[in-house]
């Protein structure tokens, strides 16, 4: 789980495997930061674009201007290697499984998809 200790939802995620017995491995992506290949394979997973999963709120991305980038495969690895450099951006908390499943688990019901 790409987590962030300080992160309610992750907090939330965190809590609710643990209440299924589901253990965790627990990667604090903002001091371990996933690779632009790392990111580019999880975004697969997730059968999802960056800035699907991009934190537009953060000061960062309106200091780049993210909400204005485009959004098309021209600029796709703009995106990616900029998440990179800046993993605040990134949704969180994402959860891979060992099936190469994955998703962003902002909500319980995205947990009960995720483990049923």
Request: hydrophobic residues 40%; glycine residues 4%.
């Amino acid at each position: 789980m790409w987590n962030n200790p300080d992160c309610s939802k992750c907090a939330a995620a965190r809590e609710t495997l643990a209440g299924l017995g589901i253990p965790v491995t627990l990667r604090r992506y903002l001091d371990d930061p996933p690779t632009p290949a790392e990111l580019a394979d999880v975004l697969d997973r997730l059968k999802a674009e960056p800035w699907d999963i991009c934190r537009l709120g953060e000061p960062v991305a309106e200091t780049l201007g993210l909400a204005a980038w485009a959004r098309d495969v021209s600029t796709r690895q703009d995106w990616i290697d900029t998440m990179a450099d800046h993993p605040v951006l990134i949704q969180r908390p994402i959860i891979i499984r060992d099936d190469g499943s994955a998703i962003v688990a902002r909500t319980p019901e995205a947990l009960e998809r995720l483990f049923p």
